[in-house]
């Protein structure tokens, strides 16, 4: 049974800096490509970053410069560390981990429902 758990959402004003966690348990290679996403009231969810076995990242345009994605070297915990926050960066974050080949790892085309998901965790940036 794969199980992911996302922590450290919270509230802070623009400019502020959160760093949040997913701890992933279950069948190893579930978690091949691992990503974060988001979604805000009445928008679609958002694709932020993702991140292969071996380290390859990709990010979403709108938050390029400000989140870095990592792992630790098990795989067994995602992070997500995010500077310069905007008050668009509002959302409720989920990660997300998946049995994928590196070429397809990319949350910005992540299809809907596929992999495992966490219950999300509530980020809030006020200006």
């Known amino acids: 049974q794969v199980r992911l758990v996302e922590s450290g959402g919270d509230a802070v004003q623009a400019g502020g800096s959160l760093r949040l966690t997913c701890v992933h348990s279950g069948y190893v290679r579930s978690n091949d490509c691992m990503g974060w996403f988001r979604q805000a009231p009445g928008k679609e969810r958002e694709g932020v970053a993702s991140i292969t076995r071996d380290g390859s990242t990709i990010y979403a345009e709108s938050v390029k410069g400000r989140f870095t994605i990592s792992k630790d070297n098990a795989g067994s915990t995602l992070y997500l560390q995010m500077n310069n926050l905007k008050p668009e960066d509002t959302a409720m974050y989920y990660c997300?981990?998946?049995?994928?080949?590196?070429?397809?790892?990319?949350?910005?085309?992540?299809?809907?429902?596929?992999?495992?998901w966490g219950q999300g965790t509530q980020v809030t940036v006020s200006s």
């Open positions: 997300a981990a998946a049995l994928m080949s590196p070429n397809d790892c990319d949350a910005r085309y992540w299809p809907p429902s596929f992999g495992n």
